[in-house]
């Protein structure tokens, strides 16, 4: 594991060469918890509780989401690894000792760790300013769980990027790809909405897709928005049965493009 462990000290340090760039984008992102508060504001406007949820508990999930991306978000790892095949980078991971996934995914760690220290620094201003609107709940198992669930999100979001990078040894571009992915994601995920507010029939399906663990379900087991410790341990059930299913697709999809791939020159 040596190895890995260097590729995450060199992930590290070439993170932090941008951790301004990082630290800019996690304020820009304190313009969309404005914009969240606006429009739900108006929502609630009349109402105290929408889907059950007062708009204290709807903008602590939200900031919750926010802060969750940035620990667990797979921003362009799909690009990096498309980059990678198209311009034969990958060929020097080929003939050595390395595995190319766990490079990759001590990459990743190293990068959600900058982004996920930067991302305080505006938390830092958010939170006394909505502090009288913030309500989370108290009970002690959410912690240790919603992190379990929060691990297993980083690496379906992970594996999911993995694949569609991996489609480049199929498809020179992947941009449209991509661009659905991270359509369905948004709603599906519920970076949208909260998905509990869905007709029971559509959250029930969605709770079997594997978009729903990427954000949606560690922000609502942070946030109080399921209720049932029994669910939460049947989602951390299925939420590993994903986790399993799109790390043997990674290793469906490598074994069969490296068929494909040819490496000219040295």
Known sequence: MNKYCHAFLVGLQSN???????????????FHLAVVFILWGAAYSGTREIGG??????????????VMQFFVGAFNEDYQISEEIRNGLINQFLLKPINYFLYRFSIFVAARLVTGILILLPLMVAVPLLRDYLTLPHDLWRIPLGITAMAFSALIQFSIAYCF???????????????LSMAVESILGGQMFPLDLLPAWAYRLAQFLPFYYQTYFPAAI?????????????????????????????????????????????
């Open 53 to 66: 949820f007062s708009f204290g508990q709807t903008l602590t999930y939200f900031l919750v989401m926010l």
């Open 165 to 179: 990078g991996l489609l480049t040894f199929w498809f020179l571009e992947i941009q449209g790809f991509v661009i």
């Open 222 to 266: 942070f946030t109080g928005r399921i209720h049932d410790l029994g669910a939460v341990w049947q989602g951390l059930g299925i939420q590993l049965g994903w986790v399993v299913v799109l790390l043997a697709l990674n290793q469906f999809l490598w074994a069969r493009g490296l068929r494909r791939h040819t490496a000219v020159g040295g």
């Open 16 to 30: 932090l060469v941008y951790r301004w760039n990082f630290a800019v984008r996690g304020f820009f992102s304190l």
